[in-house]
Nanobody, 125 residues
Framework: QVQLVESGGGLVQPGGSLRLSCIAPGFTLNYYVEGWFRQAPGKEREGVAF????????YYADSVKGRFTISRDNAKNTIYLQMNSLKPDDTAVYYC??????????????????WGQGTQVTVSS
């Protein structure tokens, strides 16, 4: 079982930026798809950004396209989510996820079995 650990959340004003990090202590992150999800109170979990590690291709939800960027640093074994131009609607708990069985980019979180504990992002003035 792979345990993922997110960090980097916090309180930021609208228009601000945050960078989230995801590591897997004791494990090399190299499954085919790595992704970020979020869940706001009273709302369903939403897939926001994904990377296919074989070729580095990235995929984004329409709600974050142009503002969020997913990336990875192989040397640091870390996945990042750079979030710019943050809006109050971006307020949520953010999770990273992956799974060895996933061979296609799915925005459906039910396809992934390895998750972190989440990090809170609050966008408010």
């Amino acid at each position: 079982q792979v345990q993922l650990v997110e960090s980097g959340g916090g309180l930021v004003q609208p228009g601000g930026s945050l960078r989230l990090s995801c590591i897997a202590p004791g494990f090399t992150l190299n499954y085919y798809v790595e992704g970020w999800f979020r869940q706001a109170p009273g709302k369903e979990r939403e897939g926001v950004a994904f990377m296919a590690t074989s070729d580095g291709s990235t995929y984004y939800a329409d709600s974050v396209k142009g503002r969020f960027t997913i990336s990875r640093d192989n040397a640091k074994n870390t996945i990042y989510l750079q979030m710019n131009s943050l809006k109050p609607d971006d307020t949520a708990v953010y999770y990273c996820a992956t799974d060895p069985r996933v061979r296609y980019v799915w925005f459906d979180g039910r396809q992934y079995n390895y998750w972190g504990q989440g990090t809170q992002v609050t966008v408010s003035s």
